[in-house]
């Protein structure tokens, strides 16, 4: 029956088309729903939504609330808003490294301090980060490869920060207001200089050295004045000594005088 054969195989065909036909359209149609380059899984029972290398230049808007893990790694992000990531009240872990960001706004992170427990921020471009960014974040964050200039702001903003333990080592400065800091581990450099104290340490010296000198000063002109008195009392002790003398004899000639 070489006619139903023909049908059969074909209907099979046919059907396939169809089902891969159908399929595409759902693909189609999740993927404008979601932001190119973006899909959703279930990995170990944890929603995740990956944007990895998806060539992104901002947060995408409409990621699913119900998120628990999202990767925005390996895009060209350059900044993040204030409230990127408010509308995700249940998600736990949230990498951006491998990014370009050099700029988090002081609410980046705002709406995250109860449930996010890894923020992965490496490999940037950070160069300066206001404390008030991490500011009730209790995330293990991850801080290393960025450009960080080593101050007092740096200072600041790492002790607020709850630090990734595997990556505390390899926060480098890039840049330091003390140049023998320059590319040396942030965490290391901090035990030899409290970089919000190193301006107040040359005002003190500055001070102290000032004070040396007018001290010296006072005590020089002090010395000299004692000095100088005690030559001019030892001509003056000298003047009087010879004064009596005088005196006696003019006295005496005096009193002959009026005996005469
Ligand atoms: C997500 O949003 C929907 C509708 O806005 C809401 O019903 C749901 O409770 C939200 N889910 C979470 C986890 O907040
Ligand atoms: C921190 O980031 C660096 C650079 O991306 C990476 O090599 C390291 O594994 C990260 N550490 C952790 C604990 O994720």
Request: net charge negative; glycine share 2%; proline share 4%.
């Amino acid at each position: 029956m070489p006619l139903l054969d023909w049908f059969l195989r074909h209907s099979f065909a046919m059907w396939l088309l169809l089902q891969s036909f159908v399929l595409m359209t759902f693909c189609f149609h999740s993927a404008t729903t979601f932001p190119k380059g973006c899909y959703q899984a279930e990995e170990d029972g944890y929603r995740t939504f990956r944007c990895s290398n998806a060539q992104l230049t901002e947060v995408p808007k409409d990621i699913p609330n119900n998120t628990h893990k999202l990767y925005l790694d390996y895009n060209q992000i350059t900044y993040i808003p204030n409230d990127a990531f408010q509308n995700l009240p249940v998600l736990m872990d949230l990498d951006l490294s491998h990014n370009a960001i050099s700029r988090l706004e002081t609410g980046a992170f705002r709406g995250l301090s109860e449930h996010l427990n890894f923020l992965d921020l490496s490999s940037n471009k950070l160069v300066s980060v206001n404390k008030d960014v991490f500011i009730n974040l209790k995330a293990k964050t991850n801080l290393s490869s960025n450009p960080w200039l080593c101050d007092c702001m740096l200072q600041e903003m790492i002790r607020l920060v709850e630090l990734d333990p595997g990556s505390s080592s390899s926060i480098l400065c890039d840049k330091s207001i003390q140049e023998e800091h320059e590319g040396k581990p942030f965490l290391q450099a901090v035990k030899d200089v409290d970089f919000c104290n190193v301006y107040k340490k040359t005002t003190d010296i500055a001070m102290l050295v000032t004070m040396f000198g007018w001290f010296t000063m006072v005590i020089s002109y002090l010395v000299y004045y004692v000095r100088q008195n005690q030559e001019d009392a030892r001509r003056h002790l000298e003047y009087l000594k010879s004064l009596p003398s005088k005196q006696r004899k003019s006295e005496e000639s005096s009193t002959i005088s009026t005996v005469v």
